[in-house]
């Protein structure tokens, strides 16, 4: 049918008489045919089919789920291992995109050559060693779990009776203490050491302080008037800790053990208050000792050690009863719980730790630094620990949901020291960028900078009645900070 504007509609007949009426007759009558251009359309088709195959190959394909083998899998493909916003999903996915373009042969070789090893190399880093201990060990269990159990008892009853206490009371603390803080000012400085100052703390009665240097000679002070009482030579080396006993200046008699410190060479002295010369020693260590710490009875010391374990001592009788393994790298510090059952590790693998000492097991790990950790603390609450590092940041880690539960960039250089006051009301951290800063425990405010220190802060403490800090320096100072009214 024709409209009159030269356009043709209707069936194949139709359309095939007008052709022959427009000229074409010839050609189909001498039995030619009309060959159509094929190529780009078989083009376009293979290309959909060949999708439709790859999509196919992409669906049979089984991945692992363990983020590590991923990221292995990925470098074996010379592809980036992460991309910015990418999770484990996404990583996956982009995986089997990459491998869905590949023959069998390839695919069969980046899944599964060397899938054994990379497994086995996994478990052996994640994995946490135990060594058969001795029966004197077995002994050291039971006592921290008498002694742990009851001062826990203790603590979840004050924990009540602080929770019962009317909001306002609770408050006001709060105010007090944060007042405090805000009228802290420089009190005294003292040149300690001849060498960088790397530890500072207070005596359990507040009125003394311990210091350790790089010089080897570690020395207890008068803080009153930051006058040395006596100073200790025996190290070799540098020294990078000196911690009082717990009941040191309080009930322990001056000729018993009273001040514990360590070294670069890998040794432990210990040292009264009577002698410049140590009463005694610690089996010595294969790399350098980092930090040490007693356990809040004082009969047991444990030692953080450069050959990536953390070692359990008898303090009384200078025996080794525990060398724990579960870090790849050193072991930077070792915190006992407020109760002595659990012990705190961080190391510079960039992990935690929280060991049972009842049981000897390792019952959290934390995870969630990106370089080295160099200090950690418990909360007096028993639940709540803070860490700190190279990454410049101070996380809070829970105990009970066992996960971080925030994280403060704190300081614009590595954290050397972290310290919580008596009651639990500000924390204080001391950095590399020469700072001392006051930070709230509730909701992680930052409440004040303390300035003083021309060169990095290497260590912070506050004393146990609440009413002084003292923070040592890469300058060879130890400062005491207090309330002015100026």
């Known amino acids: ?132 201990g001795a029966e004197t060990l077995r002994d050291a269990r039971i006592s921290i779990a008498d002694y742990s159990l009851r001062e826990a008892k203790a603590r979840i009853v004050r924990l009540r009776q602080e929770a019962a206490r009317p909001e306002q009371e609770k408050a006001l603390a709060k105010q007090e203490a944060h007042k405090w803080v805000q009228q802290i000012n420089l009190h005294a400085s003292q040149v300690a050491d001849l060498r960088p100052v790397a530890f500072v703390e207070f005596s359990a009665d507040s009125d003394h302080i311990v210091t350790a240097g790089w010089s080897g000679v570690p020395a207890v002070w008068k803080r009153e008037n930051c006058e040395q009482m006596i100073k200790y030579t025996g190290h070799h080396g540098q020294c ?69 374990t953390w070692r359990l001592f008898d303090a009384d009788v200078g025996e080794e009863l525990l060398i724990q393994e579960g870090h790849s790298k050193h072991v930077s510090d070792v915190v006992f719980h407020p109760d002595g059952g659990l012990l705190l590790s961080v190391g510079h693998d960039c992990y935690g730790r929280v060991w049972d000492l009842r049981t000897g097991r390792c019952i959290m790990f934390l995870d969630g630094h990106t370089k080295e950790v160099h200090t950690a603390e418990w909360m007096p609450n028993g639940y709540e620990m803070v860490t700190a590092g190279a990454d410049n940041t101070i996380k809070a880690w829970d105990l009970r949901m066992r996960r971080c539960t925030y994280t403060m960039p704190a300081h ?66 130890f400062k005491l900070w207090s309330q002015s009214d100026y």
């Open 240 to 308: 990078g800790c000196a911690r009082f006993h717990p009941k040191a200046f309080v009930s322990q008699d001056e000729y018993a053990l009273n001040v514990a410190s360590c070294g670069h060479d890998g040794t432990v002295a210990l040292w009264s208050l009577s002698s410049e010369s140590p009463i005694g020693q610690l089996d010595k260590h294969p790399q350098r000792v980092a930090r040490l710490a007693f356990h809040p009875t004082g009969r047991w010391i444990a030692t953080a050690c450069f050959d990536s």
């Open 1 to 132: 049918m024709d409209d009159g504007k030269g356009k043709l509609f209707g069936n194949l007949s139709n359309n095939l008489a007008a052709m022959r009426r427009e000229g074409n007759q010839t050609h189909l009558e001498s039995g030619e045919r009309m060959e159509l251009d094929s190529s780009s359309t078989n083009n376009a088709e293979k290309q959909v089919l060949a999708e439709f195959e790859r999509r196919k190959r992409a669906r049979q394909l089984t991945l692992p789920t363990d983020d590590w083998q991923l990221k292995m899998k990925l470098r074996m493909l010379n592809q980036p291992i992460c991309l910015f916003g990418e999770d484990i999903q996404d990583r996956r996915e982009r995986l089997r995109a990459l491998l869905s373009t590949l023959d069998e042969d390839q695919i069969a070789r980046v899944l599964h050559t060397e899938e054994a090893s990379y497994a086995d190399k996994r478990d052996r880093e994640a994995h946490t060693f135990y060594h058969r």
């Open 412 to 477: 614009t250089s590595v954290i050397s020291r972290i310290r919580v006051d008596a009651d639990g009301q500000y924390l204080i951290s001391g950095g590399f960028d020469n700072l001392l800063k006051c930070w709230a425990t509730r909701g992680w405010q930052p409440l004040r900078e303390l300035k003083g220190h021309d060169t990095k802060v290497m260590c912070v403490d506050i004393s146990p009645n609440g009413k002084w800090i003292a923070s040592a320096s890469f300058d060879r100072t």
